[in-house]
């Protein structure tokens, strides 16, 4: 009587890991990453015949924070007939989309919605590595922020006059 209480005991406790194991699993595979939507975009946006550039698609690419200082600052472009500090596509910090090879994608640190994501490109044959800082809007990722290569963050140099 006493093996079969312990065995039942034991069979439970397995059932429930299991249960744990699958839910898990389910959960990871039904949200998607951050990394995810990077390689996505980047797979998207720059290959042999590109032509486009990430300001292209900005809606669906940046987080309203960040799509509302580009806007700005491609209105005042507009207005004052200069190019201003959007002169490059943010995302590779080239102006030739088609220059662009994906070296590495690489997730960072993910917390509360928020996650850091590192981009390895050549560009014309040059090295440019860049953090890109994710969050989370409406149940999908969005670039919150461009850190690296010629820009220490792109929010900020946006907000700066």
């Known amino acids: 009587m006493k093996f079969s209480r312990n065995f039942s005991v034991v069979i439970g406790l ?5 249960l744990t194991v699958v839910l898990w699993f389910l959960n990871e595979k ?3 990453k951050g990394v995810d939507f990077v390689q996505h975009t980047y797979a998207e946006l ?7 550039s990430s300001l292209d ?10 799509l509302g ?13 200069e190019i201003g500090k959007l002169s490059a596509d943010p ?11 994906i070296v590495e994608i690489t997730p960072g640190v993910s917390k509360d919605g928020q996650v850091t994501v590192r981009v ?19 149940g999908r990722w969005k670039i919150d922020d461009v850190t690296g290569g010629q820009t220490t963050s792109l929010h900020n140099s946006l907000i700066e006059d």
């Open 69 to 81: 200082l580009i806007r700005k600052e491609q209105q005042q472009q507009i207005a004052s007939g």
């Open 57 to 66: 698609k900005a809606d669906e690419i940046y987080s309203s924070t960040l």
């Open 14 to 18: 397995l059932s429930a890991l299991g």
């Open 30 to 32: 039904s949200e998607p």
């Open 120 to 138: 390895t490109l050549l560009v014309s044959g040059m090295t440019e590595k860049l953090r890109l800082d994710l969050v989370r809007e409406t």
């Open 46 to 52: 720059y290959h042999e015949n590109s032509n486009s």
């Open 91 to 101: 995302l590779c910090n080239c102006q030739d989309p088609a220059s662009v090879q």
